[in-house]
């Protein structure tokens, strides 16, 4: 153990070993600070290199290694489990942008550079790094990467995966694999890349990435719009991807309840509205024009849906700044909801068309197994994606209530498995999830994805106990 | 091996297992008839689950498998070998276009609907299916899938693996894989969809898909842009890609001596300059509001370009039909090349960024090595996919200039390698550039490839001696 660590330190350098309980502390604590594991040690070294050579040797000693970049992942796949076998291997170090080329639209990066510093290094060249989540000051590229992070860009421009062209990767063996390609196009064997996005660190270390860019829209304008149920968003929906096709940038699905707690807990947030309504949506239309072509888009459109009668009413920004203001409504949610008290979260997709007969049919049915729980509903409706949290009924003790996560998970996930749709829409399986994915998912695909598991990490020490 | 053969009537019936030369000779014919393979049987499953079946018992067996679709691939990869060991099956007679939700904008088929099939069954629910490719007509959709396929929708859409959302395989045991979902965000586990996707059936194969669609534009609008080098071309679709965003569709580069060949051969084409310049660009520019949005767009952006210095002329199409027939003389380099005599031909990608100092740097390279050979460069400029085609100089025997052939790879190949570059952008690898991989991909990714075909075909059955 002393010798392993007396190596380690050898190829990190002394101060990039931890080994104390304090030092090591932010380390083994997940984000909602729900689960604290614990490790032989936390490794951060400072170059590939220095990857490479810790991961061959972790493999020559059996000893497991967890990566972790930002470590705000929301399922425990960051963070080890509480045997102590494990080393947490930080890539936080590895913080370079490497390159920015603005003609080929493309920035190649460390895994461990923070997101927004990827969002900042794009605006100063006039480029647009979409990927947007709550986190993205402090997740890193190699986080968003492993767990294929999603947000509220993917409507437009995709998850994290159709936004990466080529990946660095240290296999468990400690090779380096330098597939860090600037291409559009290229159709050279299998898709090793996407095998690796989204692995949540199981099959080797992300080092490295080229990822794409894009022209920055000149103005984004945004509306709300008050709504008779999610049936109406639907066609709300394709009325603007009609008319407005990828200038449709969000699309937010937000119920009643949702903005009442935002509404409660940050009373200084506008009030859109006079009435309530039972549902809304927060559009977003970019242009590359001008902000007068997306306000008159928008204005067009939600006209048009007026006329139709799919929308009761609609407030339409007229500036960024008003945009702003309405968006504020949709990311106060989940600290509203936080505020309130806790519920029990699922992150779901179906496929568009089945969210509202999704709705309609789950929540009696949670209803009628919990009487009065209240169903905190919102997401990126264009995604498909549902964050669809039950919070006891007014008055019930929330960690008496919290009891019944077993059961309510198993109303809703059968229910978005008998739609078709996924358990995990955004936030990945770690080991939160590991059940979950065995009791859904078919023995064929489970089998193809343990073949794969051994055939890439035969000695099991890439982040055991994540996914798998 | 005729008890195999009756194994195989069994299942799909006797009509459907081909053993004579006449049923065989179109299945064993590569598309360009440069190449005539040998096979004991062609099989032709009517079902998903007869492809299954017959898989099984070609494993009990140990009969090599070569999934076929259209039989349009450039590379060998759809046709047997010479032995005569295999046996081809064929997913022609999958063609059930199985459903079509305009809501979710998703098509589900069988992996042997034929592209062009996809999509007028999109247009018929006022939807876009966005891949489209010269092979339209005959190919299939498993096919595409499998070869990861490009075209000219590529700069907005994406190439075919951006356009699948769920796939249905069946596994080189014989299991049926369903991964047929319709969600725009899944992360629950490896992405085995983007594996089998661009693996050429050496891993499994494709029989169902459910393909995304677009809501399809109100017009699109071209433009011919003339142009004193590939740098100005580069500069010229920076400039509209800031003012269009996704509305620039397209942005194709030809030579003067691509247009110098169309116009000798297809004289009835319109001659849009009366003066020849070094470069064009085909621009197209889509609206999803109307055809004056996108005229005006259009116009405004090459209007740019020409006070910039960008442009030395352009013609703007003022209506769809004469869009057409900016596109008919894009469509018909091939053609005249073919009607030209016979070319070494390269399916090349680079970083958009570099592709102007490749042609500087390489053209001359080729001219001291083959002194008066001919560049017929022309491609997708916005996806950096150059088809690098060299024709004898004039005068020379085509097939004494052919035997030139592995040399000019070499030294196009490596220039293309050392620019950061791929040997197959959008062809594919099959037996035909086997070879040429070997050479140029990284013993660590070679192993990977082989580590992952060794643990999803042990028996290595799935179309043997392509790709590794």
């Known amino acids: 153990m002393t010798a392993f660590l007396d190596r380690c330190r050898a190829i990190a350098g002394a101060d990039f070993v931890l080994d ?60 080890p489990d509480a045997s102590g076998s494990a080393v947490v291997l930080s890539l936080a170090r590895l913080a370079t942008i490497r390159a920015l080329d603005p003609v080929n639209r493309t920035v190649t990066v460390d ?53 990466c062209l080529g990946l660095e990767v240290v296999t468990p063996a400690g090779d380096i694999w330098s597939g860090l390609r600037g291409l559009r196009k290229d159709n050279t064997g299998y898709d090793l890349r996407d095998l690796y996005i989204g692995a949540e660190g199981t099959l080797g270390i992300i080092t490295g990435a080229v990822m794409k860019l894009y022209p920055a829209p000149k103005a ?71 902000a007068d072509h997306a306000v008159q888009l928008l204005e067009s459109a939600t006209g048009a849906a007026f006329d139709a009668g799919i929308v009761l009413d609609a407030v339409v920004a007229t500036s960024v700044a008003q945009s702003r203001g309405l968006w504020q409504l949709r990311e106060h949610i989940p600290l509203a909801q936080a505020a309130d008290g806790k519920n029990i979260k699922h992150d779901i997709s179906l496929p568009v068309s089945s969210i509202a007969e999704f709705i309609a049919r789950t929540e009696p049915q949670l209803q009628q197994a919990f009487p009065g729980c209240r169903l905190v509903c919102f997401g990126h409706l264009g995604d498909g994606n549902l964050h669809f949290n039950v919070a006891p009924p007014p008055g019930v003790d929330n960690e008496a209530f919290l009891v019944n996560q077993e059961a309510v998970n198993r109303v809703v996930h059968d229910a978005v498995v008998a739609f078709g749709g996924s358990i995990s829409a955004e936030h990945g399986i770690g080991a939160l999830k590991r059940d979950e994915l065995a009791r859904y998912k078919s023995p064929v695909e489970l089998n193809l994805m343990r073949a794969i598991k051994a055939a890439l990490d035969p000695l099991n020490i890439m982040n055991p106990g994540k996914i798998l």
């Open 20 to 79: 104390t309980p304090a030092g090591m502390a932010p380390f083994l604590r997940d984000w909602r600070g729900r689960f604290t594991g614990s490790a032989r040690a936390v490794l951060r070294p400072g170059s590939v290199d220095e990857v490479a050579r810790l991961v061959r040797l972790c493999a020559d000693e059996r000893v497991p290694i967890v990566p972790q970049g930002g470590n705000t992942g929301l399922v425990l796949g960051s963070v």
């Open 111 to 163: 895994a461990g550079v923070i997101l927004q510093h990827v969002q900042e290094a794009a605006a100063a060249a006039d480029c647009l790094f979409p990927l947007s989540l709550a986190a993205e000051g402090s997740c890193t590229i190699g986080g968003n990467l492993s767990t294929n992070a999603g947000g509220t860009g993917v409507l437009r421009y995709g998850n994290t995966r159709e936004l």
């Open 220 to 290: 984004s304008i945004t509306a709300l719009a008050a709504l008779p149920s999610p049936e109406y968003a639907l066609r709300l929906q394709s009325l603007l991807q009609d008319r407005a096709g990828a200038s449709l940038t969000g699309f937010e699905l937000m119920s009643a309840l949702c903005l009442d707690l935002v509404a409660r807990h940050f009373p200084a947030l506008p009030r859109p509205f006079p009435a309530t309504y039972p549902q809304y949506a927060l559009l977003e239309i970019s242009s590359s024009e001008s």
